[in-house]
């Protein structure tokens, strides 16, 4: 009875030390960036039939190619005229434009054809000069800052 009271007891002191030991650790860094998107939309009943909207992240402004991470958007995720969206998996870098655009098929011309309804900052023009968003405030992620929430107030245009 004796061996059995300390198998028992040496048992349940094991058994907790495992638990313990497997305790998960939430102070593990990040490794990578998550970006909370929230697209406010005026003039939402407009939403084009034909067409493609992006909401596209880019490194470098203006492009000089495709975006670092883009997603097509459909008019039923417009929810009281707000669009939510997560872009996960982020490099730990410096990004230049957060932007929601349109694509119109219509326009065969590549310098053209994309009209940007909206940006995470900066403006088409500053001073009455055209900047196309030059001017936007740029945003980092790394091991210290890997979670960052931005709005993009966007007006849905289609001429």
Do not use: R
Request: net charge negative; with cysteine; glycine share 6%.
């Amino acid at each position: 009875m004796n061996i059995l009271k300390k198998l028992s007891l040496m048992s349940l002191i094991l058994g907790s030390l495992f638990l313990v030991s497997c305790e998960d650790d939430d102070d593990d860094p990040a490794t990578s960036g998550t970006l909370n998107i929230t697209l406010n939309l005026s003039n939402a009943e407009a939403w084009p039939s034909e067409g493609t909207v992006f909401c596209s992240l880019d490194k470098t402004w203006p492009p000089s190619g495709a975006p670092y991470k883009s997603v097509v958007l459909q008019s039923t995720q417009v929810q009281n005229g707000v669009i939510s969206l997560v872009f996960e998996d982020l490099d730990f870098d410096t990004y230049a434009l957060l932007s929601v655009s349109w694509l119109d098929p219509n326009d065969q011309n590549p310098a053209t054809n994309q009209s940007v309804w909206g940006t995470h900052s900066g403006s088409a023009f500053e001073n009455g000069q055209f900047v196309f968003y030059a001017n936007a405030t740029p945003f980092s992620f790394d091991v210290n800052n890997s979670e960052l929430s931005l709005v993009v107030n966007a007006t849905i245009t289609t001429n």
